[in-house]
Structure formats: C-alpha cells, structure tokens
DNA sequence: GTCTCCGGAGTGAACGTTCAATCAAGAATA
DNA sequence: TATTCTTGATTGAACGTTCACTCCGGAGAC
C-alpha cells in the first residue's frame, strides 16, 4: 500500500517534471501532468493540495537532491580553490546531465513563486540549517584566508554561480558545445571572478 | 489624430510593462491591462494582434532601448578593458534604474518565449544586423590582442553577463545594497573572469 | 459488509478574444 | 453658419474555451 502509495506519487512528481520543463507552468494543465503519470486527475489532488504545492514540492525536492550533491562531494580539507573548482564542476555537470530539473528550477526561480520564494528564505526567520549555509562558510573562509575578495557573499555567489547557470542553459538549449576541458576553464574563469 | 493613437499604444505598453514586472504574463489578464491604461479592453486588439504579440512588442522595444543605450556610450578608441567596464556599469545602472523593465526582461527570457526567441535569433537567418553583433566584436577583439581567455563567444558572454544579471536581480529583489564603488568592484570582477 | 483508494466526468470561474453599438470629429451639403 | 452624413476609433458585455478543482460511484483489500 504504501509502495503504491508512493509510486503514484512519484510518477506523478516527474511527469510534472518533464511537461513543466518543456512547457511552463501554464502551457501545463493538471490533466496533462495526470495523463503523463497514468493516474487520474483526482487523484493529483490525494498527494497534493493544490497545483501551487505540487510545483513547490517539486521545488523543495529539487533543491534537497542538490543539497545532498554538494554535500556528498565537499571535502573541508581540500584547498578552497579545489573545493570551489570541484563545487562548480559537480553543479554544472549535475544540470547538463538533468535538462529537465534545470529548465524546471530556471522558470520556478525567475517567477512570482521564486521570488517569493527567494524572500522566504533571505527575511524569513531561518530556523532550519538551509544547505546554502555551507555555501556561506566556504565564501566567508575564502574572505578569513585571503584568497577571495572581500565582498558581500550574495555578489560572491552572483559572480561564482550566475555564469554557471548561464553557461548551463546555453548548452542545454545546444547554443553551445561543452567538453571536459572547457568545463574546467569555465569554472576556472568563475574562480577568477571572486579570487583575489 | 497621430497623437492620441500613439497615446494608447504607449499607455498599453507601459501599463502591460508595470503590471507583467510585478505579476508575471498569467497573473495579468488583459482586462487589468485595460484597466490601469485607461481604455476599453478591445482597444487592446486595435493595437496588437493578441497578448503575445503584445508581449513580444514590449521585449523587442525593450531591446531596441538597451542596444541604443550601448551604442551611445560605446567609444571603439578606449582600450577594451575600459569598454568592457564601461558597458558592464551601463546595464546594471540601467537595471538598477528601471526594474520593471529588468523584472520583465527576466521573466520573458526564462519562459517558453524566450528561449524560441533566442533560439530563433541563433539558429535563424540573421539578415539584420542585431545589437549582438558588437559584443560578439568586443569579445573577438580581445581574443586577437590577447587580453581576453580564448573561449567561445558564447561562454565569454556568459562569465561577463551572467553575474550582472544577477546581481541586478538581487539589488532590484532588495537582498543587497550596491553603492557605485560595489558596482565597479563587481564590474571589476566580471572582467577577471573573462580577462587572460 | 466495510473501508480505503482511485478515476474521470462534471463544475464553476477566469481568461483571451470578438463584435455590435456608440461616439466624436471632420466632410459635405445647403 | 447650421445641419446632416460618413468614417473609424473605442467600448465592454458576451462568447467560447480552458483550466483547476470536486465529487460520487466503483474497484479492491480484508
């Protein structure tokens, strides 16, 4: 029961997914998503309240998957450069290998609920550890070090990340070609940017 | 008789501008467009095709602003570092200044949209000569002279752009503060990631 | 039988779009 | 000048469609 349970729920968690990805929120009507994930229209409503909460769980899902990708992969006694090299490496590849949660994460974040969302997170009272935390610690040590300018952490993480989500769209909408070698020089260049 | 006709066509545009910034293109229907431009709801269809067309004429205007915006500063006989700096404090201060614009922009270039508009201005034939062309330049001229990283163009624009949008967005979003010397800094930054 | 879970036709609201009616402002007429 | 005619921009109620969401009948487990 409770495998069922779940499956149902899963299937209807990608298939969101997937459509959301290829047609925005609105070009993707609740029978569609039901449709995709073999079950009934109803029975989207058993597992989640509302359209609005399938997409925010799909969002929490997403951002706790990549949570647990940095997570796996940080190791506090590499250099801060090959931490943050490796970082980057591991998020970009992670989104060329999942165009779908890429596509997803881009249209959710730069949209009422993102921004939303994103003010939650930044004004609310942050009672939980969110993973952006470590992210925090690894520019605040950068600053302790001097190795990293000393800037705010959200223009430091504006200049690692904004040209790796960038860069990760272009290559997932095929405007470009990414080979190893020129992930590590893009990563490079974003080292770069916040090195001091 | 000119005069009126362009009245309304421009209060439609504006009023679509201010209210697709705040609310995104599903949370305005067009009777609140109609509504806070002061016309009846079909004038709308006098002027535009639909609300897509519509929405596609505030992005090519909106455009046709930033393309001039550059090409009125842009000085070929500064070095480049110079002009690189000076067209990154440009946008931004331009987004910094008109955030509805930049929150529109935002969101129409992550939509569905926006990616068949830029896969078209891509993979289309590009008769004309869009405003892209003189970045495209900058960034070769750099390769040539050997002061900027010899990547693609694309992931060039990318490493300089990519943090400055995003900085606008947290600036416009009010996560941070950013005085004119933070700006230069961060200019400054954008410009290490793409520099050899 | 009883209970839980599920499906998908049904419902009402909201939306983009249309169109017949309205109105104002010249042009034509006298 | 006073009056009528013509034109075309403007309007907003109405239309048809779409969609998120509900609800009840049935299937299956025990």
């Avoid at 349970?5 to 609105?26: D, N, P, R, T, V």
């Avoid at 994460?105 to 969302?117: D, K, N």
Wanted: net charge negative; hydrophobic share 40%; proline share 4%.
């Amino acid at each position: 029961m409770q495998e069922s349970y779940c499956e149902k729920k899963e299937a209807i968690l990608a298939s969101a997914m997937e459509l959301i990805a290829e047609h925005g929120f609105h070009g993707t009507p609740t029978s569609m998503i039901a449709e995709k994930a073999g079950v009934g229209t109803g029975t989207i409503y058993r597992y989640f309240e509302s359209k609005d909460e399938l997409i925010y769980a799909l969002h929490k899902e997403l951002e706790r998957k990549i949570k647990k990708l940095i997570l796996d992969r940080y190791n506090p006694n590499d250099p801060l450069r090959v931490r943050f090299m490796l970082l980057g490496k591991v998020i970009l590849r992670y989104f060329i290998d999942n165009p779908n949660e890429f596509r997803f994460l881009e249209q959710f974040v730069y949209s009422p609920y993102g921004i939303a969302c994103r003010r939650e997170k930044i004004f609310g009272n942050n009672n939980q550890d969110n993973g952006n935390d470590i992210l925090k610690e690894l520019f605040n040590e950068g600053i302790a070090q001097q190795v990293i300018r000393e800037m705010p952490v959200a223009i430091l993480h504006s200049l690692f990340f904004g040209p790796i989500m960038s860069v990760a769209r272009d290559r997932i909408l095929g405007f470009i070609e990414l080979d190893e070698a020129m992930i590590t020089r893009t990563i490079e260049s974003c080292w770069n940017a916040v090195k001091l």
